[in-house]
């Protein structure tokens, strides 16, 4: 019988075996998921631990925040500032940059996440997860800027989640292909239990918000319409239709049985690019699933391959299985 791999040890063989990544990678990842664990304690409590509910603030993008999103977003800095392998961190929940304090060490890493994302779902128990990605700082000089931030996805050196659901799942990638680890309580370690993720490059089965239907541009519309049209239509088969609201949970299903996710522009806001943001939830997930052999585009260009210019600039998403990223992609090119 082979004893199962933890994530300590998967890391440590990344690190030695495969030389895929250093030291200070390996350990920051380490902290990372052990910040994750307590994200999913807290999580679990619900209503026992006081967590549910609003806080009487807003983030940088005037949304009300969950008390499980301040609470995510402590444990995640906490965790992370001390080890000395970053030089700062960025996230969805704070305006700035967070520098690692003159107290500690500075390393040579960017951290970058969104600590609870899907915290809409917080309070009715449906599937909630924390998004990370992890950057070089670009150059050695001492010292990090915000610039320093601003690098396409395509440099990310690691990206992740974990899902807080019926398991708590953490799901990598370090450039090789994505894992995923599930917790197992009883040891309080998360344990290896999928190597080498692969989404079908076909699908029946889309994700969107269908309320924004209205909204929609041409490209977009005519997709969903015909996907509607079902077995009758151009497409000759039946769509099946899932709409979690929280992005880690669309995605998990994606890198699990296939799928297309759409978070698209709309003309709500005409001004904004979408409502998911680049740096900290599109980048992570368009590299794991690139990894595991789907696509990711913005209805125009990789995701990966967006010039940031902003922390918080907000991006179309269209990811998942290959054909049908392909398909939408190439109905905004007019094809
Ligand atoms: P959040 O980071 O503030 O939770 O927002 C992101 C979430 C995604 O997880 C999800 O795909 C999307 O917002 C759902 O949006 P909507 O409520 O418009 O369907
Ligand atoms: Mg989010």
């Known amino acids: 019988m082979t004893s199962p791999i933890s994530l300590t040890r998967y890391l440590v063989e990344q690190q030695r075996i495969q030389s895929h990544i250093p030291a200070d990678l390996r350990l920051l990842l380490e902290v990372v998921a052990r910040a994750c664990k307590s994200i999913s304690r807290a999580v679990n409590k619900g209503a026992l631990g006081d967590v549910l509910g609003t806080a009487q603030s807003e983030n940088v993008q005037g949304e009300i925040q969950k008390k499980l999103d301040i609470i995510a977003n402590e444990v995640l800095i906490e965790a992370n500032e001390w080890g000395g392998h970053l030089a700062a961190m960025a996230s969805e929940e704070m305006e700035g940059i967070y520098v690692v304090p003159n107290r500690y060490p500075q390393g040579e890493y960017l951290l970058l996440f969104d600590p609870l994302d899907g915290s809409s779902n917080v309070d009715v128990n449906v599937s909630i997860g924390t998004i990370f990605s992890v950057l070089k700082k670009p150059d050695a000089s001492a010292g990090v800027s915000e610039s320093d931030f601003l690098q396409p996805g395509n440099r990310q050196v690691a990206a992740g989640y974990c899902v807080y659901g019926p398991q708590t799942t953490l799901v990598l990638t370090v450039g090789d292909g994505v894992s995923m680890f599930t917790l197992d309580r009883e040891q309080g370690s998360f344990v290896l239990t999928q190597e080498r993720v692969k989404i079908p490059a076909d699908t029946k089965e889309f994700a969107i918000n269908m309320s924004n239907m209205r909204h929609w541009a041409d490209p977009v519309k ?24 929280s992005m ?46 789907g696509a990711a585009t913005d209805g125009r260009q990789r995701i990966l391959d967006i010039e940031p210019t902003q922390l918080h600039q907000r991006v179309s998403v269209v990811l998942g299985s290959r054909n049908e990223v392909e398909r939408v992609t190439g109905y905004h090119a007019g094809l």
Request: net charge positive; with cysteine; proline share 6%.
């Open 222 to 245: 005519r997709y969903v319409d015909e996907c509607l049209a079902g077995s009758t239509g151009v497409r000759g088969k039946d769509f099946n239709m899932r709409w979690v609201a």
């Open 248 to 293: 880690v949970a669309d995605v998990h299903r994606i890198l699990t049985r296939g799928g297309i996710f759409l978070y698209p522009w709309d003309k709500r806001e005409p001004g904004k690019p979408g409502k998911l943001r680049l740096m900290y939830e599109a980048n992570p997930m368009s590299w794991l699933i690139e990894q595991a052999g």
